[in-house]
DNA sequence: AAGAAAACATGACAATTATCATATTAAAAT
DNA sequence: ATTTTAATATGATAATTGTCATGTTTTCTT
């Protein structure tokens, strides 16, 4: 039994309806990688022949608008798969993958899998429920965007890593971002980010050890509007 | 064979894998709907148990931001479904399903399509690929919120409705929209997307009949930054 | 350890967008 | 047909956010 059998379970947990065969299988099958921060795994408009499986390290899911700007979508953590969605659709990525610190994944190429996606009809049916939720999440970012303010995302963004991501035994978010991505996340101007942060500070809301932040007032940054 | 089944195979185009049998098994359960524009189909929070399918008219999904705005997230037009996710996953329904026209549509219980949802591995993998459609718009969606300005994303938004839902005869925009829904699915004040759209139409970009907006240099909207 | 480069920070100002006030016009109701 | 209501329009102003300049700190390189 390989080890990736119990990582991929872990976290598309579509795949727990895989039979143990079908994980076998896919197991043997899979190529191992280090890559090293600041890596681009891909990149927009590659094609894509397969999924990665993040057994350790973090990455960014980004877009670049035409200014320029790279507007992160989505960060993908440990126990996790990275573009699942060449698995179903034939479309070249329309997404950017960056690794935010030193990352450990597996390759498991698009040709293994699909099968068992068209022929397995519960595994299929998870990745479903699966996107079905990603895609009730994408709504809520885009109500986010058009309606709130910079120092209200700021705020949320904060809380999501918080509370997604969690936090290293000294209480610092354990995802360590720099103020450019918080940036590229809230889709705001670098310099903007960092005033909102200093406020936030200067309020108590979150205090700075170095580069790592500290949500002191987790309900002073839920009561921002 | 009733009407509902070629309906239903037009526009969920997933529902192209359904056997004869099951088609034929789903159009029989339907029930017919006429709906006045206005009425709320279903609401935030609401758990709907089926789909609807859309034979006739429009309709907006949207969701209440705090502020009190209704974020268009979604319009659903004639050869539509409406409330796929549900067949899919438990939640509730996160967005609300306004008519935006006198609508005619029909409605399909969950439990008469979920059990081909489960069983049929064809069906499912093309509903998977439809998701993974939306889910890809979904992203672009988030770019433009988040990067572009008021003017930019009106723009496309009259882009998107000419290309996507057609011209009457006379070239107006086939989908009449009222100034406020125009504010709510590019995310700004009312007052802000009646200044825009007065601009366009001093600069030539778009003239208007009444209510009506027809769109006279498209070149123009998309060369817009 | 010294120098170079990148990231962070802050001020000054401009551009964009929201809000409030108030007309004007169009649509609906009686 | 006339009143009432809702939608559209526009000005004035405030608030938010972006841009450019510049300085400081941190990190990386050699």
Redesign the pocket.
Known sequence: MGKCEQCIIKQFNSLKSLTKDELVRISNCKTSYTIKKGTVIFEEGETLNGVYCVKDGICKLSKLSE?G?DQIVKMVVKGQLLGQRSLVSDESSNLQATALNDMEVCFIPKSEIIADLQKNPKFSFDVLKDMAHDLREADDIIVNMAQ??????LAEALIYIHDSFGVNPDGTLSIL???????NIV????????????QF?KEGLIS?I??QIKIEDIKGLKRIE
């Open positions: 200014n700007k709130k303010s910079v120092r209200q995302r971002l720099s103020r450019e991505d918080f940036a889709g705001t101007a670098t310099e903007s980010a960092i005033r909102v942060l200093s500070k700075t170095g580069k």
